[in-house]
């Protein structure tokens, strides 16, 4: 399976789920979109979002990020803020500040979890598996769920937060789990112009190598770093399906009705 980027000017790390197969079939395309902000698009890159019938925006980030860099609207789109995380998190928010401190939190990463890996696995289990969290991922796919039209969520940087709701949104159409790591993993490579620069302005930067990693290490979309998640929650409930049923309140209704909005079933 191929994942396509939507090549959109000053969006990153844009996709349509449109073409992703199912167990049914194919998620239609123009129905689903997960980004990376959208902070001073210009207006060819509004206009393309008008003609895919863009009509909700959910912003996954935190207040802090909202204010330093706040979404490009347009008139008669439905802006939602659902902060996934409550406060600045390292590897997965990107504020101002926290870049300031990075190499601090490096050394309290390395303390703490010893490699990125485990800091990155821990903080997306965090997300699934936290009071608050799940309240805004419950609320996200509530708007996923009644929408008509086509949506788009996204993060900072369309990696981690925009991450998880995709790889929720996608079990519960019946993606196979390999086709959601694809998915997941190709933010690596549609941003890597960007991990080029910020991994070589490490490269000069005074820290040493084992530090450096961990922050190498969490620039990255490795595939343990959502497979670990979705084992957890596979060993817990059984499924990515009833987890949302437990933990989210997803009923069968709402899949079904999922299914039939944003799924082209075979002939």
């Known amino acids: 399976m191929h994942i396509k980027r939507l090549k959109l000017k000053k969006l990153f790390n844009t996709r349509d789920l449109g073409g992703i197969p199912t167990k049914d079939g194919v998620i239609k395309k123009g129905k689903l979109i997960r980004s990376g902000k959208l902070y001073k698009i210009p207006d060819s890159t509004v206009q393309a979002l008008k003609d895919m019938n863009v009509k909700t925006v959910i912003d996954l980030r935190i207040f802090t990020e909202c204010e330093e860099s706040p979404d490009t609207l347009w008139e008669g789109v439905n802006y939602v803020h659902l902060p996934v995380l409550c406060t600045a998190t390292p590897g997965i928010t990107r504020e101002k500040s926290m870049t300031k401190t990075m190499a601090i939190e490096s050394r ?23 009071e608050e969290p799940k309240k805004c991922l419950a609320q996200t796919l509530r708007l996923i769920i009644d929408n008509d039209d086509c949506i788009l969520w996204h993060c900072s940087g369309g990696k981690d937060r925009a991450g998880i709701v995709a790889m929720l949104v996608e079990g519960l159409l019946g993606v196979d789990e390999k086709v959601i790591l694809q998915d997941y993993v190709a933010s690596h490579y549609f941003q890597r112009a960007r991990f080029f620069w910020n991994r070589a302005g490490l490269v000069i930067a005074p820290l040493y190598m084992r530090f450096k990693k961990i922050l190498f290490g969490m620039m990255a979309a490795k595939p343990i770093y959502m497979k670990v998640p979705i084992e957890n929650i596979k060993e817990k409930y059984g ?17 079904a009705k999922m299914k039939e909005k944003y799924v082209e079933k075979r002939g």
Do not use: H
Request: net charge negative.
């Open 108 to 130: 309290r990463i390395k303390d703490e979890f010893g490699t990125a890996d485990n800091y990155m696995t821990q903080m997306y289990r965090s997300v699934l598996f936290s």
């Open 239 to 255: 499924s990515i399906e009833m987890y949302c049923k437990t933990e989210l309140g997803v009923t069968d209704e709402d899949i």
